[in-house]
């Protein structure tokens, strides 16, 4: 088997949004998004792309070989896997992209259930809307944390108006990212 | 009449898919279909009807995430008895209660306890039973250690015949790695009445892999495939294989042997119908001869021991190795693996895993022991073991057709081990000696082999399932019996055609150069007739001669991989002194401050010849570490190279403690520290870093490894009496569990210092967990370590 299987799934939905509750009804399944971020990231948006990616449960066999023999290769090759899976993301992204261009739509930047508040506990309903188990062989634990653990779930909205797809799509910065330990860490205050 | 006596004289036609017809009737993508049995129960019994009225023989109820962790305990019983009497209501054949996966992995590569998830199993199977099902079909299962759990629930708690498929991708194998045929063997030894394939790939694509199945099925093999791999067309969620290429795809299937068929997602009423015609045209049911062979697997390898040679490690046996045996008794997990992952790398086929020592619970280790070994490596396991629930534990908890190591002519040995090698489907290992000892002729030993595959055979074991040990006696006490040895062996395969083993180092105990003695023995053997020799891989001379013997036999085609491997042996020079003539020109600290694990291991033994390990410590390790920590603090170096470093260290404190073990045991020891990934938490890389650290610095360090219960951690603390604990979490999720740690600790009234770190900790989580200290970094926890025993 190799290290790293690449795989991701993506569906276009209608959405609702639901002013009163600012929730964001995915049409045509039982799942919402919840949570002040999200709703601004959808808010004017016409549908959601919902998007699994993941590199598969062999990379975590290696991975936890390398922690026994070496560990230096562990913390790189996790490392690795990390960077790898977030160019899935943008791959699949750029294919997103074309599907939206295609009907007229624009898309704003991608965004993860855990960033802002936006809950981790909507990965139970994310999932199962993407049959991401029968599809990609993603589980999840008790905690919301994803198996394999390089998997990433994300989503962007497409919207009519070139304007309104914001913010636009462009590299994340290291501000919207959880790691306030990284040595490299640019742009903003360390903790 | 029962299902699976109908299926002897029948092939068998399953319905088509239910989720995807529930979503046509109105289900929200995303819903739980099996609500529908309570709140729709007029859709469900209506697509039920279609399948009966199109001629399908079995209707699995609308069940298949009805379990514990998806639907409350309280609904289960209503839901699941509802489900069963919708699909009787329909008047099928026979009725499937159909279960599917339970949505977690389980442990260690994911958080699900075995036991959980067997509890999950046993639930719904008796509450199945009880409403009336005729059968338990266990399907899309990707996890074959999740699938046995399942296996395990059914079959211990009813009296239903379980159908087993498992879902395959492109590649042929599992989302977890299973292959075909290491399904095929794994599932059939746990006693299923059908096995075969479901769901994820349309019927032409799993072809090859039901074929592979077919060589060495000897129960019924199902198919039932999706109408093709599902694509996505603007919105709407289309399956590519149409009713008529369904169709033929399974004649060809039918031909080739499979017994029961029907559909999966994207298959409706009317591709089962044109499987009845198909099945009504053609009656006749094909039998295939299937292959025999002695194989065992792990979950994602299958070794055939009657077609090459094997090698089995052996160096997982505690006797006579006191480092070893240290680190069964502390649960030094990574030493344990370490000596896994070097026999693997020096050419071990199988590993044999032996932690038998009187002062541990022995069945407990064997099980953490295979688990955790089964999840960095895939290489197949033997479970050796003299202890009856040592040997279950081992074969419970082990993923796929496990090596039993043994039985021997014995009445009580026969009694106590047949029954567990049968209910596990192990491949039994048979020592050539009874109640009156060992035989001192070849024929004699070969009599008690035949007794034991007899009565083996009364137990329903086969002979392919056993392997005869024709047993090594030591050159140096019983010289004349080591020709008895290869003389039992030529006669075990010219009269018995049984697949042999043995532990050939044992003849040259005693005796000097004991590894020419033993590869020696080792090509007698090996001609005689021995097929799988338990031995020391990394052994150069040894490993020389299986390299060698592979070449010989044709196993190691073209010499490839002769080849490739050959490397002189220095028989009797050291090889230290070999590497000494190349010169270790620098010092330890250089070494380690460069990152150069060989040579600072080579070093520290040329300096452990003058100096004492105290002095070694102080004036190489200390010195050496202080400083590159002073550079990673300063930015001059990073994270992979003070790693390197620390792993120097570590290589080099592992020869300062074989080196001690020696003499006069001294307390280095700087104090104990606990560490732990909390509870739900798997990622452990950073963890394993502080642990290196802290044990560079000489801090003694009890670590609990990932998903740490809470209670573990706080009865460990208690019965250790340690007093500093440090845990990590990375998740803000997982930071919960953190402080219900802490919390638990607290309450039990434990003197307990904390430190904690991760990734997304920092001041604010240290305080919202209640725990004393933050580090930001391997080398803050150092600092904290060493100024809490400073103050101690």
């Known amino acids: 088997m190799a290290i790293a299987q690449p795989k991701f799934i993506y569906q276009i939905f209608p959405i609702q949004v639901n002013e009163v509750r600012q929730q964001i009804q995915v049409v045509g399944t039982t799942f919402a998004f919840t949570g002040q971020d999200a709703y601004n990231h959808l808010q004017k948006a016409e549908k959601v792309a919902l998007l699994v990616t993941t590199l598969g449960i062999a990379i975590e066999k290696k991975i936890r070989q390398y922690e026994v023999m070496d560990l230096t290769k562990a913390l790189i090759l996790d490392t690795c896997g990390t960077a790898y899976i977030e160019e899935v993301c943008n791959r699949a992204e750029c294919q997103i992209e074309a599907d939206s261009a295609a009907t007229g739509l624009f898309l704003n930047r991608r965004f993860s259930p855990g960033y802002g508040d936006c809950p981790l506990s909507c990965q139970k309903d994310f999932l199962t809307v993407m049959q991401a188990q029968q599809r990609l062989g993603l589980t999840l634990t008790e905690s919301n944390l994803m198996i394999p653990r390089k998997s990433v779930t994300a989503f962007s909205g497409l919207f009519q108006v070139k304007e309104d797809a914001r913010p636009r799509r462009k590299r994340l910065e290291c501000l919207d990212c959880s790691l306030n330990a990284c040595t490299y860490r640019r742009g903003g205050k360390t903790c | 009449m029962l299902v699976t006596e109908y299926l002897a004289t029948h092939p068998l036609l399953f319905d088509g898919a239910m989720g995807t017809m529930l979503q046509k009737n109105g289900l929200p993508i995303g819903g739980q279909p099996e609500y529908f049995n309570l709140s729709h129960p007029d859709i469900v019994q209506k697509i039920h009807e279609e399948y009966v009225q199109a001629g399908c023989d079995v209707i699995s109820t609308n069940t298949f995430q009805a379990n514990g962790t998806k639907i409350p305990s309280a609904d289960l019983p209503e839901i699941i008895a509802k489900g069963v009497a919708l699909a009787k209501a329909a008047h099928p054949k026979f009725v499937a209660y159909d279960m599917g996966p339970i949505g977690q992995l389980l442990a260690p590569v994911g958080t699900l306890s075995f036991e959980a998830a067997y509890d999950y199993f046993k639930e719904q199977a008796c509450l199945a039973e009880a409403a009336g099902a005729d059968l338990i079909l266990i399907e899309t299962m990707s996890d ?37 045929v290491t399904a095929t063997l794994t599932l059939q030894g746990l006693g299923v009445a059908a096995l075969g394939v479901n769901c994820s790939l349309g019927p032409a694509a799993l072809t090859p892999i039901v074929k592979e199945m077919l060589r060495y099925a000897k129960v019924p093999v199902i198919v039932q495939a999706n109408a093709g791999l599902p694509e996505m067309r603007g919105e709407t969620t289309y399956f590519p294989t149409e009713v008529k290429e369904y169709t033929a795809e399974l004649q060809g299937l039918l031909a080739a042997g499979i017994r029961i068929i029907g559909g999966c997602c994207g298959t409706t009423p009317a591709y089962i119908a044109n499987l009845r015609n ?13 292959e025999k062979t002695t194989a065992i697997t792990s979950g994602a390898t299958t070794v055939h021991l009657n077609q090459q040679l094997s090698v089995i490690g052996e160096r997982l046996n505690p006797t006579g190795k006191k480092r070893l045996k240290e680190a069964i008794v502390t649960e030094d997990m990574t030493y344990i693996f370490k000596e896994a992952l070097q026999q693997v790398n020096a050419g071990a086929d199988i590993l044999d895993v032996n932690v038998g020592l009187p002062e541990i619970d022995e069945a407990a280790m064997m099980k953490t ?14 479970i050796d073991s003299s202890s009856i629930p040592a040997i279950e534990a081992g074969c419970r908890y082990y993923n796929g057709k496990p090596l039993l190591n043994s039985v021997n002519g014995k009445e009580e040995s026969m009694a106590a081990i047949f029954p567990i090698a049968k209910k596990y489907g192990a491949v039994v290992l048979g020592l050539c000696l009874d109640e009156a000892g060992i035989p001192e002729t070849a024929a004699g030993r070969v009599a008690i082999a035949e007794k034991i595959i007899q009565r083996a055979a009364e137990y329903g074991i086969e002979k392919a399932d056993i392997m005869i040990d024709p047993l090594v006696l030591t050159a140096s006490a019983q010289q004349e019996q080591v020709q008895v040895t290869l003389d039992t062996l030529r006669l075990l ?16 105990f005693g005796l000097p150069e004991r590894e020419t003695l033993t590869s020696h023995f080792l090509a007698a053997a090996v001609g005689a007739g021995l097929d799988a020799p338990i031995l020391n891989p990394l052994s150069p001379i040894i490993a020389n001669t299986i390299t060698s013997l592979k070449v010989i036999n044709g196993q190691d085609k073209e010499a490839k991989h002769y080849i490739a491997n050959s490397r002189p042996v220095v028989l009797t020079e050291k090889t230290t002194t070999n590497k000494a003539d190349e010169g270790i020109h620098g010092t330890l600290k250089e070494y380690i401050v460069q990152g150069r694990k060989a040579e600072a291991v080579d070093k520290i033994r040329e300096l452990l010849a003058t100096l004492s390990p105290l002095s070694v410590v102080n004036q190489e390790f200390i010195p050496a570490l202080d ?26 404190q592992e020869v300062l403690k074989s080196h001690l073990d020696g003499v006069e045991k001294t307390d280095t020891s700087q104090g104990r520290i606990l560490l732990a990934t909390v509870e ?14 802290l044990e560079n610095y000489g801090f003694d360090v009890l670590d609990l490894g990932k998903d740490v219960p809470v209670e573990k951690v706080v009865a460990t603390l208690a019965t250790e009496e340690i007093r500093l604990c440090g845990l990590s979490a990375l998740m803000t999720t997982t930071v919960q569990n953190m402080k219900r740690t802490i919390a638990a600790v607290k309450a039990a009234n434990l003197d307990v210092t904390f430190f904690v770190g991760g990734a997304v900790l920092n001041e604010e989580y240290r305080a919202f967990v209640d725990a004393d200290y933050y580090a930001k970094d391997a080398l803050e926890s150092v600092e904290i370590a060493q100024a809490f025993f400073a103050e101690e």
């Open chain 2, 493 to 508: 395969k010219d009269q018995l055609g049984v697949c042999t083993v043995a532990g050939v180092s044992n003849v040259s």
């Open chain 2, 144 to 180: 074959l250690f999740e699938m046995k759990a399942a296996i395990l629930a059914v079959k211990e708690h009813t009296q239903l015949p379980v159908f087993a498929t498992m879902t395959f991708q492109e590649d042929q194998r599992t989302f977890l790695g299973t292959d075909a």
């Open chain 2, 369 to 382: 022991v295979v688990t955790g070994i089964q999840e960095i490596t895939t290489v197949p396991l033997q």
């Open chain 2, 680 to 693: 739900g938490d798997i990622h452990d890389i950073g963890k394993n870093i502080v642990k290196m650290m």
């Open chain 2, 627 to 652: 400083g590159i920590g002073h550079q990673f603090e300063k930015g001059e170096i990073f994270l992979p190279q003070l790693i390197q470093s620390a792993e120097s260290v570590k290589a080099a």
């Open chain 2, 278 to 290: 198909l099945l009504d045209e053609s009656q006749t049911v094909t039998a295939v001869p299937r």
